[in-house]
């Protein structure tokens, strides 16, 4: 999940990401924060400030799904373009992890096994949507 903001207005922005990652039945996630990039400090790829893995609990697994489907509403709405405005995605790919690929002695490749199965965006030039902000909060208490 993604959620970017103008913080320059039309000349830029940050980032912000929540990488949801389950591994041996454990979920956790990685909430990355990218640094400002305006007109002048445009980067070819974004420098992150900060980076921190948590273990989600299985009773914050709701408010993910609760995200997820306000994203959707949001998605739907009427877009109309502008120049600046915050901007929130979500996608859910699947891919098989390289060591399980190895363990079934499989000659086919990572990308055999990877499909995405969402691509949400929603672009707010004008409501300020707050949710991810929300998410992010619940995440990191």
């Known amino acids: ?26 979920l956790s996630a990685i909430v990355t924060i990218y640094d400002k990039s305006c007109q002048d400090t445009n980067y070819a790829e974004p420098k992150i400030i900060e980076s921190k893995t948590y273990f989600v609990e299985e009773n914050k697994v709701p408010f993910f799904q609760e995200y997820l489907t306000k994203l959707l509403t949001k998605s739907l709405e009427h877009y109309v373009p502008f120049h600046a405005g915050r901007t ?8 098989k ?36 902000l929300k998410l992010k909060n619940i995440v990191e208490k």
């Open 88 to 95: 929130y995605l979500a996608k859910l790919d699947f891919r």
């Open 1 to 26: 999940m993604t959620g970017y903001f103008d913080d320059c207005g039309e000349f830029g922005g940050h980032e912000e990401t929540i990488e949801l990652i389950r591994i041996d039945k454990k």
């Open 97 to 132: 992890s390289h060591e399980e690929n190895n363990e079934e002695n499989n000659e086919e490749n990572d990308e055999d096994y990877s499909f995405q199965r969402i691509n949400l965006i929603y672009y707010d030039n004008v409501s300020n949507w707050t949710e991810f």
